[in-house]
């Protein structure tokens, strides 16, 4: 039988990196789409860029999009490409909304048009919940967003139920909760958190800036997400499915876990500054993921206390390459 072919828009993000290692795991031929930058940013897909075919696009490009489909025509498409940090989209709300809202639509009409039969993936979020109307969030709970970057995720997630009802695309929206791993984003509270810790345990700095401790999220681990997201896509019906852990954790927590992990006190070390606080924040998240234990059978398999050390750890052990290196001195 032919292979089946998997293309991934965000393949050099967090969540396209481990997908497209578990794909190429289960045999698929695997096309990485990727935009144009005057420097090479394959950290993430280093290890498997000669296993993967990529692709030049950009989400902002229709034809760029017809032309990767009309090229490699594949099984599925996993959109995973956005601008997916909260914070930038209150600075560039225009982009944000022209990439991770109406990029949705770009790739569902290129797919209505080149092969409606291709199998999607939209990658919704649980930030479209925002200032929550229950807890825990279900596929059921309305949207409340509280960010530009939640308002065009809520666009995304719509936009893929219209394909889906109007031209019968096998369109699957998965809304996942805050998913974590050693290749999350520096920026992303948890990452910024266990670098730091590890810094600070190495003598490289003395203090962790951070904005809001009190904010509670459903962090999971993200290899473990990334099946949820294959799983949906071998189900005969699409759907929209949330997937979480089902625990909530304040940023105070993680952090004093994390400072925990090396012995050190993080009260000692974290201050708080009003320029890491956001213009609306969302307070709590906390996803009840039965629907997708149900149907597909998927539950996470970290804690949030595993999270916590193998991202320290990671971080540790990659400043201490990088001391021994003398090119990053
Ligand atoms: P990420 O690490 O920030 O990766 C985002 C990817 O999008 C990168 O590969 C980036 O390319 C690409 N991208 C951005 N703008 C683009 C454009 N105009 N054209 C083409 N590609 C573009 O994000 P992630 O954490 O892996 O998340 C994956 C997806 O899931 C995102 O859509 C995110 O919004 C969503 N999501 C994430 C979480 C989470 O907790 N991680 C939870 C719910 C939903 P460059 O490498 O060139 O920048
Ligand atoms: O790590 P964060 O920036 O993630 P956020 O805003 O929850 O968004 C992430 O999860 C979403 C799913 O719900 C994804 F859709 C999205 O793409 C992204 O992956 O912030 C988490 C919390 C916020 O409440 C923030 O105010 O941490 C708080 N926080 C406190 N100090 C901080 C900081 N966040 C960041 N980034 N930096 C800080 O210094």
């Known amino acids: 039988m032919a292979r089946r072919r998997a293309m991934i828009t965000g393949v050099t993000g967090q969540d396209g990196s481990y997908l497209a290692e578990i794909l190429l795991a289960k045999g698929y031929e695997v096309i990485g789409l990727i935009r144009r930058s005057s420097t090479v940013n394959f950290e993430r897909i280093s290890h498997i860029q000669d296993k993967i075919t990529l692709v030049p696009f950009d989400l902002l490009d ?38 991770t809202a109406l990029g949705v639509t770009r790739i569902l009409d290129a797919i209505r048009v080149v092969d409606p039969t291709i199998r999607f993936y939209q990658a919704s979020s649980s930030e479209m919940f925002g200032k929550v109307v229950e807890t825990p969030q279900t596929e059921k709970t309305p949207f409340y967003p509280r960010s530009p970057y939640g308002v065009a995720k809520v666009y995304g997630h719509w936009i893929t139920v219209n394909y889906r009802e109007s031209y019968g695309l096998h369109a699957t929206s998965g809304i996942l909760f805050n998913h974590e791993s050693e290749r999350r984003g520096l920026e992303f509270v ?10 600070i345990k190495l003598g490289l700095d003395r203090t962790l800036v951070l904005g809001n401790l009190e904010a509670r999220r459903d962090w999971g681990y993200a290899p473990d997400y990334v099946e949820a997201m294959w799983l949906m896509l071998q189900q005969d019906e699409p759907d929209d499915y949330v997937i979480a852990t089902g625990e909530t954790h304040s940023v105070r927590e993680f952090a004093e876990l994390a400072f925990a992990h090396v012995g050190l006190d993080y009260r000692d070390y974290v201050v708080q500054d009003p320029r890491f606080m956001r213009p609306a924040e969302v307070d709590l998240l906390v996803g009840n993921a039965a629907k997708a234990r149900a149907r597909l059978g998927w539950a996470p398999r970290t804690t949030f206390q595993e999270l916590v050390r193998r991202m320290v750890d990671a971080d540790l052990a990659l400043l201490q390459r990088q001391l021994a290196d003398p090119r990053h001195r």
């Open 62 to 99: 229709f034809y760029s999009i017809v032309h990767a489909l009309r090229e490699y025509q594949p099984h599925e498409v996993y959109n995973l490409a956005a601008q997916s940090f909260v914070q930038t989209s209150f600075t560039q709300p225009v982009l944000t909304g022209e990439t």
């Open 190 to 199: 948890t990452r910024k958190i266990t670098h730091g810790v590890a810094r």
